[in-house]
Nanobody, 127 residues
Framework: QVQLVESGGRLVQAGGSLRLSCAASGRTFNRHAMGWFRQASGKEREFVAAILSTGTTYYADSMKGRFTISRNNANNTVSLQMNSLNPEDTAVYYC?????????????????????WGQGTQVTVSS
């Protein structure tokens, strides 16, 4: 129902910046919350950021102040601007979509609450 394709991942130096994009298809994009998650090798998938259809944003504590999520409903895209990257940010970054939460934002931080996922894009930060 919702298809997501990430792009923009590449090798960057520590301290550098990178902007990831996610192109979404589906009639209900404008009513979906969008999230970014990442998964480093050997680790569980973790929450990075999310944005509601209204534009309200949420961030993991470790990303707050460094990463910025945004969306363009006209283009059906969501972006993740990443600054001050460090090697610990190395991971596959995934775009995800789910219905706007009706009662609480807590669910936005849980990978299992998102039914739609992209294939991911690799971000590698060199030291």
């Amino acid at each position: 129902q919702v298809q997501l394709v990430e792009s923009g991942g590449r090798l960057v130096q520590a301290g550098g910046s990178l902007r990831l994009s996610c192109a979404a298809s589906g009639r209900t994009f404008n009513r979906h919350a969008m999230g970014w998650f990442r998964q480093a090798s050997g680790k569980e998938r973790e929450f990075v950021a999310a944005i509601l259809s209204t534009g309200t944003t949420y961030y993991a504590d470790s990303m707050k102040g460094r990463f910025t999520i945004s969306r363009n409903n006209a283009n059906n895209t969501v972006s993740l601007q990443m600054n001050s990257l460090n090697p610990e940010d190395t991971a596959v970054y995934y775009c995800a979509a789910r219905a706007d939460p009706a009662s609480a934002s807590w669910w936005l931080r849980l990978p299992g609450s998102y039914p739609y996922w992209g294939q991911g894009t690799q971000v590698t930060v060199s030291s």
